[in-house]
């Protein structure tokens, strides 16, 4: 076993331990820092797969930026594991069943393709690298690239207008 | 290393979220299990591009591994502007009925 297939297989579990741990634990503020340790775990997962810059845009952006701002709001609403809103155990259960059909038809169906067996170029080959992933986006994908930007406009224009006081907004109109 | 290793570790994540939102109530746990989702498939569609950098395909299309990494990229863009809007909804929600319970929210008036 190389220490690339370790490296691969305590990242995996370290991954699907975490990803439990935020669907089970009581408290959500213990769900968001499993679920950085999932984003970092999936970090570790690209520089394995030689996409350097996703693995800093996904530290970044998700353990960064994205999962502070999921602290702040659980930390605004002072939520802790008592005020954990009540639920039907028959649900639950239907839940996981479910979920569990799923994971078995989906790992049934891929256990048959040949494309299953296909072998992965791991840890060499430079087309994850910022450079040539500069160059991509910046001569092909320059103007979904721009456009983007307008997205990232608009949701910031939307989320101040939604958030914004229920009073201030009737003065407004 | 095969494919089919990197397919059920993402597998399993997608499938971990989806428990989580079929069984939380909890409107922020069910939103953080759908960026778990979200994750999932952009390790599945990396895992996929450096399968085909080791496949033919990439020799006469040079540009098939950035592609799809740039792909990623483009959807962690709107991972990010999603998430801002979606809390912004949900404080909302608490500012309104004092919970984040999704019990309560089987209205869209009041």
Not at chain 2, 57 to 76: C, E, G, L
Request: proline letters at 2%; aromatic letters at 10%.
């Amino acid at each position: 076993m190389s220490i690339t297939e370790i490296l691969f297989w305590v990242l995996s579990v370290l991954a699907l331990v975490s990803a439990i741990m935020v669907v089970a634990s009581k408290n959500p503020v213990h769900s968001i820092l499993f679920l950085i340790v999932v984003f970092f775990t999936i970090s570790g997962h690209y520089i394995l797969l030689n996409a350097q810059f996703l693995a800093i845009v996904n530290i970044i952006v998700y353990a960064g930026a994205i999962m502070v701002l999921f602290l702040f709001v659980v930390m605004l609403m002072n939520l802790n594991a008592e005020s954990e809103p009540k639920k039907n155990r028959l649900l639950q259960f239907a839940g996981l069943i479910s979920g569990g059909c799923l994971f078995l038809v989906l790992i049934s169906a891929i256990a048959k393709s040949t494309t299953a067996n296909n072998v992965m170029q791991l840890g060499s080959g430079n087309s994850g690298l910022i450079k040539n992933l500069g160059m991509v986006l910046f001569n092909d994908y320059v103007i979904p690239f721009e456009i983007s930007s307008v997205l990232f406009l608009s949701a910031m224009i939307g989320a101040v207008v939604i958030g914004k006081k229920e009073k201030a907004a009737q003065d407004g109109n | 290393m095969e494919i089919k290793w990197y397919i059920g570790l993402a597998v399993a994540l997608f499938c971990t979220g989806i428990v989580g939102v079929l069984t939380r109530r909890n409107s922020i746990i069910i939103f953080m299990c759908i960026e778990l989702m979200l994750n999932s498939v952009n390790l599945l569609l990396v895992a996929f591009s450096k399968m085909h950098a080791a496949s033919p395909i990439a020799q006469s299309m040079p540009n098939v591994v950035s592609d799809a990494q740039i792909f990623v990229f483009f959807i962690m863009v709107v991972a990010a502007a999603e998430v801002s809007v979606g809390l912004a909804i949900i404080v909302m929600m608490y500012r309104n009925i004092h919970s984040v319970d999704i019990n309560f929210l089987n209205r869209l008036k009041n």
